[in-house]
């Protein structure tokens, strides 16, 4: 073989492999189906553009299913996904565990634009472990046409038993209008975000500073058979299948007349394109009972990197794009500020145009602020969290206490019931984990 022929054929088999070696990287994202997640899967394209060594592929569950999901796959170290989105629970606690990689921005990021409180939530010490992709608390959203017909003025933070003077004006089902639609589907992010909220206002906890169960407490009961029966004689029929999506569809169709769930709604409900009551909606922080302590959440879906993963610096630079002010700027420019993710930087909310667009933001940004999970009950608590305990016990409680509020609201148990099946639930967990005897 002639010298010219070898090395050429030599150059061609280099050629070859390195372009072997420089394969595209797959990352793997998993993610929750909610609006703003969908519209980074479809946006990703220009990560992927500007990234064309990375590609993306992502797996969308609903929100019960991801988090049993991601938690199983941490847990074992399966490593099925390069980036999960997880939330202010699961981050402190899969942290300090070590399943978590640190995030180490650039000066480009801007860390310190993040809202003090999403940072805080989403960190280990000083250390951040999750990026939040959008961040969120609770608040009332209201037909104000409905409310303004009926007479009713609500203050900025109305009580409870106003918003329940205010369902029974304003239900009329024969016109397809329901006065309230609240959570009822079973999870500890589903109905029991909401109900711990609720709890809280009316004065109680989910563990006394001993960490015993409270779920017979009288705040409990006040709390569980005010809601069962608000929504009994004025939301819509299956309230007990319901969560955020399903309230959000009902909403937008208008046949809800108030709604209290997280901030992020506001985005949707005032969209034109989505809603039939885009223009008739008001807000107010959450309603309380005893205290204003805790009667709002505070939540974020973050994107966070598996210990496990083998494409670390990927996800890194994913994460960095899709929670940073350039992705904020590029969905603005592809649909407008109004829809933009909300709940996450100071410059969002100091944008004129966005401020412009948003009706909601102020409403929004007082109840982010307003939130305090180390200060959220009434009584002294051992624990960290509004809508939750940052203890990984607390999944398995509050999957099994959701269950039992479903069934009270369906119909099928009492209240007095489903709080001492919960009671016993909650027992035995805390005391199998070791937490008193």
Known sequence: MKLKTRIALAAALVTS????????????????????????????????QANPDIKLKFVTLEEGVLRQRVTTDIATKGGQFDV?????????????????????TD?????????????????????????????????????????????????????????RDAASKIHDPKNGVYGICLRGKPG???????????????????????????????PWKDAVTFYVDMMTKYGPPGSANNSFNEILALYN?????????ATIAASFITDPKQSKVADKVAFAQGPYSATTKGANWLWAWALAIPAGT?????????????????????VAKTNGWARVPTGT?????????????AVFAAAEKAAIDSANPNDSTLPKSPYV?????????????????????????????????????????????MKKAGYYK
Not at 21 to 29: D, G, K, W, Y
Not at 87 to 99: A, L, V
């Open 345 to 357: 930087r100071k410059s969002t909310y100091a944008n004129a145009e966005f401020q412009k667009a």
């Open 310 to 330: 083998k494409h670390a610096d990927a996800a890194q630079k994913f994460i960095s794009w899709s929670t940073s002010k350039e992705y904020i700027n590029l």
């Open 107 to 163: 000066a480009a990021y801007d860390v310190n634009d993040l809202l003090p409180a999403m940072r805080s939530g989403l960190s280990v010490g000083d250390k951040l472990y999750a990026a939040p992709f959008y961040g969120e608390s609770s608040m009332l959203m209201y037909r104000k046409d409905l409310t303004d017909k009926a007479g009713i003025k609500f203050a900025e933070r109305p009580t409870w038993e106003q918003v």
């Open 253 to 261: 169709e208008g046949k809800c007349g108030m709604w209290i769930d």
């Open 84 to 104: 999960m989105t997880i939330g202010m629970y699961e981050t402190p606690i899969w942290g300090k565990k070590g399943w978590l990689k640190e995030l180490k």
């Open 188 to 218: 500890w992010g589903d109905n029991m975000a909401f109900l711990s909220t609720m709890v809280n206002s009316f004065g109680g906890q989910w563990f006394d500073m001993k960490w015993k169960p409270q779920l017979e407490s009288k």
């Open 385 to 429: 969290g509004v809508q939750f305990a940052a203890i990984p016990e607390f999944q398995s409680i509050g999957i099994a206490v959701g269950q039992q509020m479903s069934a009270a609201l369906a119909g099928k148990s009492t209240v007095d019931a489903a709080l001492k099946n919960s009671q016993a639930a909650a027992e035995r967990e």
């Open 17 to 48: 492999l390195c372009g072997v070696s420089h394969a595209a990287t797959e990352l793997v994202i998993a993610t929750v189906n909610n609006g703003h997640m969908i519209e980074m899967e479809k946006l990703s394209k220009n990560f992927e």
